[in-house]
């Protein structure tokens, strides 16, 4: 089993809809969670990044964590042709512990006009 | 704008040579920096933790001697692809973080393609 699990898609939704982007977790020890926006052919663009349980919200953007389930969520709204990309979950333990990130496999995402 | 710089971003070698890649933090000294490879449709693959000053910490399955990384200072690392094969070919993404002293996420440049022929 992978530490970190999440659909590879493809998932394709119209303009303006809400996407929901999931991947569940096994290592209770995470404490980061980070969010990922990947262009082709371009480095992996940090979106999200939040702290043990909770929400987060940035414009279109909102992350949330459930730690007790160990489940985090990105959902993105009025969802536009230019967020078509693959999204990566990411995670770390804390400060005391390893620094590297555990990703998930990447959603890839389009968004039809 | 961009916190790490990665350079080059594309790089066409022939089998046989050696390719030097450069990953820079910015504006801030990072405690640590990652190399990673990535094949087409997939995940970022580990390939090694680098810090400065020492020796990196190289992931299972992955040949030192074929993957030189070079830490001068707490904003550059290097990775030397050494003796490049047409199996070498891929896209190569540093990361850099966090920032001394926080525990601030990690940033990516913005990747090399490296073909071999």
């Known amino acids: 089993q992978k530490e970190v699990e999440q659909d590879p898609g493809p998932l394709s939704v119209p303009e303006g809809a809400i996407v929901s982007l999931n991947c569940t977790y096994s290592n209770s020890a995470f404490q980061y969670f980070m969010w990922y926006r990947q262009y082709s052919r371009k480095g992996p663009e940090l979106l999200m990044y939040?702290?043990?349980?909770g929400n987060k919200e940035d414009g279109r953007f909102t992350a949330q964590v459930d730690k007790s389930s160990k489940y985090i969520s990105l959902f993105i709204r009025d969802s536009q042709p230019s967020d078509s990309a693959t999204y990566l979950c990411a995670m770390r333990r804390g400060i005391q512990g390893a620094q590297k990130l555990v990703f998930g496999q990447g959603t890839r995402l389009t968004i039809n006009p | 704008g961009a916190v790490v710089s990665q350079h080059p971003s594309w790089v066409i070698c022939k089998s046989g040579t050696s390719v030097k890649i450069e990953c820079r933090s910015l504006d801030f000294q990072a405690t640590t920096m990652f190399w990673y490879r990535q094949f087409p449709k997939q995940s970022l693959m580990l390939m090694a933790t680098?810090?400065?000053?020492?020796?990196?910490?190289?992931e299972q399955g992955v040949e030192k001697d074929k993957f030189l990384i070079n830490h001068a200072s707490l904003t550059l690392s290097t990775l030397t692809v050494t003796s490049a094969h047409p199996e070498d070919s891929s896209f190569y993404i540093c990361?850099?973080?966090?920032?001394?002293?926080?525990?601030?996420?990690?940033?990516f440049g913005n990747g090399t393609r490296l073909t071999v022929t």
């Open positions: 939040t702290y043990s349980s």
């Open positions: 680098s810090n400065e000053g020492s020796k990196a910490t190289y």
């Open positions: 990361s850099a973080g966090p920032r001394q002293g926080t525990n601030s996420p990690l940033h």
